[in-house]
């Protein structure tokens, strides 16, 4: 192997490892953030299930990195991990929680559907084989943000029929 494929291929084992710290924190910041919303069933039901992905997505990045002989960084998963819990208590104490866990939710999902991205053109140029793997992942990350941009105009309108009953947005 080249130096330049060397550095790529190290380049693309810390891309991966990176992105499993993502979806241990995508795991813990959505997990917190599920426990809240009662008053938006079908936004608790589509962060279940996507949940239930980024725990899939993390296991897909394990095979990957088992392949070339690597592991995840358990450091980098619970620091991530922490962050992310951090993050979904972050919003908790505002009136419009719902609203902000949407934005963040939004952006924190275009991070991810850059890094599958960035992760897929690494693969690619170090004819790495899990591709597949990669690119369900990303299909995964671009349909739920999707999903987060068609309902968020839905999820503002329900937030101030909320509000102007009395209730609160997230309890």
């Known amino acids: 192997m080249s130096s330049s494929n060397s550095k790529a ?9 990176n992105q499993h710290a993502v979806e241990q924190q995508a795991v813990s910041l959505l997990s917190r953030q599920v426990e809240r919303l009662e008053n938006y069933p079908e936004m608790e039901a589509r962060m ?3 949940i239930d992905e980024s725990k899939i997505q993390a296991q897909r990045i394990e095979e990957l990195l088992s ?14 991990s922490f962050m992310g819990n951090m993050a979904a208590l972050a919003h ?17 999902e275009h ?8 992760l897929l053109t690494l693969s690619d140029s170090l004819g790495q084989k899990g591709q597949s793997a990669l690119k369900q992942s ?21 937030y101030v029929q909320l509000s102007e009953a009395g209730a609160t947005a997230g309890l």
Do not use: C
């Open 92 to 108: 908790t104490v505002a009136p419009d929680e719902v609203i902000k866990n949407s934005f963040a939710n939004f952006a924190f």
């Open 48 to 50: 279940r299930q996507h």
């Open 9 to 17: 291929m190290e380049i693309f084992v810390t891309g991966l490892r």
């Open 111 to 118: 991070f991810e559907i850059a890094s599958y991205k960035s």
């Open 138 to 158: 990303l299909a995964e990350e671009i349909d739920m943000a999707e999903w987060i941009d068609r309902h968020l105009s839905e999820t503002t309108r329900r």
């Open 67 to 80: 392949t070339m002989g690597e592991t995840h960084s358990s450091l980098k998963d619970a620091g991530m």
